[in-house]
Nanobody, 125 residues
Framework: QVQLVESGGGLVQAGGSLRLSCAAS????????MGWFRQSPGKEREFVAA??????????GSVKGRFTISRDNAKNTVYLVYLQMNSLKPEDTAVYYC????????????????WGQGTQVTVSS
């Protein structure tokens, strides 16, 4: 059974930092992209960042230079993906989702077939 569990969300002031974690289990995740998406009220879910098997990383323009995606696949049964978020802005407020893709179209919502439950990030001004 595939499971993705996010943690690390919370309330932070503008300019602050948070680190989100995603613990993925139940299949091999290193072959395809792992991504982070976010959704705020009244808006569509949007791509934030992705990391692929080679270690290459990709970012949405709105977070590039502020957010860093990384992974830790040292454990055999749990694949960890992180999102380090610095210089947070009020517009970063959203529910953040970790997801596992089934193809290499890493920025496409439809490429992801497994999702976590989401973790709330709130940035106050």
């Amino acid at each position: 059974q595939v499971q993705l569990v996010e943690s690390g969300g919370g309330l932070v002031q503008a300019g602050g930092s948070l680190r989100l974690s995603c613990a993925a289990s139940g299949r091999t995740f290193s072959n395809y992209p792992m991504g982070w998406f976010r959704q705020s009220p009244g808006k569509e879910r949007e791509f934030v960042a992705a990391i692929i098997g080679s270690g290459s990383t990709y970012y949405a323009g709105s977070v590039k230079g502020r957010f860093t995606i990384s992974r830790d696949n040292a454990k055999n049964t749990v694949y960890l993906v992180y999102l380090q978020m610095n210089s947070l802005k009020p517009e970063d407020t959203a529910v953040y989702y970790c997801a596992a893709a089934r193809n290499f179209d890493y920025s496409d919502y439809g490429a992801y077939d497994y999702w976590g439950q989401g973790t709330q990030v709130t940035v106050s001004s």
